[in-house]
């Protein structure tokens, strides 16, 4: 059965770095996401992008942010200077045209220092 | 916009016993889908069961089942015969109609621990 998936599954960097967080989605989805759960709180949505361009963005999602699916199969959400805050699990989701489920990645686990 | 509150932040149930995991949310829409996402110990976000509003029919998927009242913005989660393996932190999620926006706004999520 098709999935997402996600690269890399941990990650640690210092405060200040560019990271990039990769994942692709299931093949013939259109729609994608990206959520992020700080340990021990809900899952906050980020960012959505439809037709290679974003749809909606969260608060959170600021200029710091930005999104880019630069090959057809890969999208990626990159952190510009990271912050300690910006520690978080970050989870990948893809939805197919025509249904409403979100599927999900394995998430990676960002750990700013 | 949709918040979605789980007033149960843990619960623990006896292997093959029944557990029920409450859900409210508060929306101006008519037309929405509502989700149970299970997240394991992996951390993986895992579709557990849908509903879409319009449907008065409670949705079920083997061992669990909903109970949407719509009127009462409620959509609570049952876990039946439970297992061991069904120990995990479990999403409360909603989803509004509406074209080309289709982002979940979760829940605090409920932890589940299934006791042998």
């Known amino acids: 059965e098709p999935e997402v998936t996600q690269t890399p599954s941990h990650q640690v960097t210092q405060m200040g770095q560019e990271v990039i967080l990769r994942c692709v989605p299931i093949s013939n989805h259109l729609y994608f996401y990206w959520y992020r759960q700080i340990l021990g709180q809900k899952v906050e949505f980020l960012v959505s992008?439809?037709?290679?361009?974003?749809?909606?963005k969260s608060e959170i999602f600021d200029d710091q942010f930005s999104v880019e699916r630069p090959d057809g199969s890969n999208f990626t959400l990159k952190i510009r200077s990271t912050k300690l805050e910006d520690s978080a699990m970050y989870f990948c989701?893809?939805?197919?045209?025509?249904?409403?489920?979100?599927?999900f990645g394995p998430g990676t686990r960002l750990l700013v220092l | 916009a949709q918040t979605v509150t789980q007033s149960q932040p843990e619960m623990s149930v006896q292997e093959a016993e029944t557990v029920t995991l409450s859900c409210t949310y508060d929306t101006s829409e008519n037309n929405y889908y509502l989700f149970w996402y299970k997240q394991p110990p992996s951390r993986q976000m895992i579709l557990v069961i849908r509903q879409e509003a319009y449907k008065q029919q409670n949705a079920t998927e083997n061992r669990f089942s909903v109970n949407f009242q719509k009127a009462a913005k409620s959509f609570s989660l049952k876990i039946s015969d439970s297992q061991l393996g069904d120990t995990a932190m479990y999403f409360c999620a909603f989803m509004k109609y509406s074209y080309n926006d289709y982002k979940l706004s979760f829940g605090a999520g409920t932890t589940v621990t299934v006791r042998a």
């Open positions: 992008f439809y037709n290679n361009e974003i749809s909606e």
């Open positions: 989701a893809s939805k197919p045209a025509g249904e409403e489920t979100q599927y």
